[in-house]
């Protein structure tokens, strides 16, 4: 007994407390090679409580007596985390011709290569697509026409001043994606307004590259451009019933309808609301393709990704894909190079930039929105819609995403096999969009977790092991920068709405208060 407890001991300690992983270090002799790294294995508590640390959960009933509620949660792999998100709610002005009514704006990023310009953008991208939104609801017969949608406009009618245009919900999805093509060339365009203020006539005559790395805005301005980010952004717009989508990179957006049943008990259906912007996606391939010279076509997108590197084809920031290279070289010179932070050099495919473009796709759909009497969801009516970073579809499936949520609001608890979820809270597919990253099977071994008040949280959970304690405990206790490996940042955003009964504004567990009137 004095020789077996010790044994006991020491085995329950070391195969179940700590795990080992494979990581790659330098050895002796300056070469990578792979080793195993002992961890130390976080308790299901500390687990609860990191997925938990980040939940924010929102309730506002508005003026028109619906009750909009939403749930964000994220957890970092990267240390700092490079996923950032926001939300504001704006209210329509008395002198609108769609007043009442309100626009709800919500937004993830999903930075790389840093965080400043997801940070950036969860300041400043909601503010700049609603100014957008303004200048139309001013002047909505002078919005602004692409080239070619003018000409065909005019092309419909004899007298292209009578002309009445698009249709209200393209002019939308042009302001929207307006405002993130402008956005992302101011990002741009700083630094080299600020190397152009800082030239004197001599520098300039001698073609010498000023030294302006202590400039105070520096380093805020470069690395805002030269990090990148994806956005997604879902626009609510209560008075006209609409939603608007705006993706730029690989970020996704999914909606949850619900149908009706010969049995009576209902279905869930999955609307993609979103497409991948990948390489993998061949019609961003396509695209990118017919943007540059032929003899570029077979690596403008190579292995997936672009000229071999970036996955995204679409993002803000991500300058080395967009500046040619001579501005590359002089920007890094004068910001960087004293800073001791010098650019990394394009990629060595880099001929005919840019490669990158922070231009949204903008889907539409009609807002099925509750009555007052109403006591069940309407035939295909959207009920719920999730925005999440890649992080969250790397792990799970629309599917599964939709059925979680589902799960959720009735009222499933504790440890779920997941393969009776499917029986449980039926789901069907609807439009599927594009999937940009490499196709995923739907779990079914192991048990889904039905724990958490959150719903982003609960997504989180579900995405990383689930009831799966063991493994669940694993995939969190593995520390920066070894868990880029084995997961992403993630950030999910959930949003549903009902009916309330009565029509006072109220506020609960909110960050902030409704914004100016819009």
């Known amino acids: 007994m004095a020789i077996g407890t010790p044994a006991y001991l020491y085995y329950r300690y070391r195969y179940t407390q700590t795990f080992t992983i494979p990581v790659k270090e330098k050895g002796l002799d300056g070469k990578p090679a792979t080793v195993n790294k002992h961890l130390s294995l976080m308790s299901l508590k500390d687990v609860d409580q990191r997925i938990r640390e980040n939940e924010t959960s929102v309730t506002q009933v508005r003026p028109n007596g619906l009750i909009w509620k939403h749930t964000t949660a994220f957890l970092a792999s990267n240390d700092p985390i490079e996923d950032a998100n926001s939300c504001q709610i704006i209210q329509r002005d008395d002198t609108d011709p769609s007043a009442p009514g309100d626009y709800l704006f919500f937004t993830v990023m999903d930075g790389h290569g840093g965080y400043h310009t ?21 002047k909505p017969q002078e919005a602004k ?11 419909r009618s004899p007298n292209p001043q009578s002309s009445p245009g698009i249709p209200s919900q393209q002019r939308v999805s042009l ?11 101011e990002l741009l365009n700083a630094p080299l307004r600020i190397l152009a203020n800082n030239i004197d006539e001599e520098s300039s005559k001698n073609k010498v590259v000023p030294d302006l790395s202590q400039h105070p805005l520096a380093l805020p301005s470069m690395l805002s451009a030269i990090s990148g980010s994806c956005a997604i952004m879902a626009v609510f717009d209560t008075a006209n019933r609409d939603l608007h989508v705006a993706c730029t990179g690989d970020s996704r957006a999914v909606a949850g309808v619900w149908e009706s049943t010969e049995d009576g008990k209902g279905q869930w259906r999955v609307e993609v609301l979103s497409e991948d912007q990948t390489g993998r996606n061949m019609d961003e391939k396509k695209r990118m393709q017919s943007e540059h010279p032929a003899d570029e076509a077979d690596y403008v997108i190579r292995d997936g990704r672009v000229l071999g590197g970036l996955e995204p084809t679409r993002a803000f920031g991500d300058a080395r894909y967009k500046w040619p290279r001579p501005v590359q070289e002089s920007l890094n010179q004068a910001f960087m190079v004293g800073n001791n932070k010098p650019m990394r050099p394009p990629p060595q495919l880099f001929k005919t930039p840019p490669y990158v473009t922070a231009t949204p796709v903008v889907s539409h759909r009609e807002l ?36 979680l949520v589902g799960g959720h609001f009735a009222g ?16 069907t597919s609807g439009s599927q969009g594009v999937e940009g990253k490499k196709k995923k099977d739907m779990k079914t071994q192991g048990h889904w977790a039905f724990k958490d008040d959150n719903l982003s949280a609960h997504l989180i959970r579900n995405a990383f092991g689930g009831g799966d304690e063991l493994h669940l405990r694993k ?15 993630v ?10 009964k ?3 504004p109220t506020v609960a567990t909110i960050t902030g208060p409704a914004k100016a009137k819009l």
């Open 175 to 185: 302001a929207i994606q307006d405002a993130f093509t402008k956005l992302d060339s």
């Open 475 to 489: 995939m969190l206790s593995i520390p920066a920068p070894y868990s880029r490996r084995y997961r992403d940042d």
């Open 118 to 138: 997801s940070q950036l953008l969860s300041h400043v991208l909601i503010n700049a697509v609603a100014l957008e939104l303004s200048q139309l609801i001013q």
């Open 145 to 155: 026409l692409g080239r070619l949608e003018w000409v065909k406009s005019a092309i």
């Open 412 to 427: 499933l608890k504790g440890a779920v096999p997941r393969s009776q979820l499917p029986d449980l809270v039926p789901v």
């Open 368 to 403: 099925s929105l509750p009555d007052e009497n109403e006591s069940t969801p309407k035939y295909g009516a959207i009920r719920f819609v999730v925005l999440a970073t890649d992080g969250l579809w790397d792990q799970l499936t629309n599917e599964e995403v939709v059925a």
């Open 502 to 504: 009565g029509d006072t």
């Open 491 to 500: 950030t999910v955003t959930v949003v549903w709405w009902e009916h309330g």
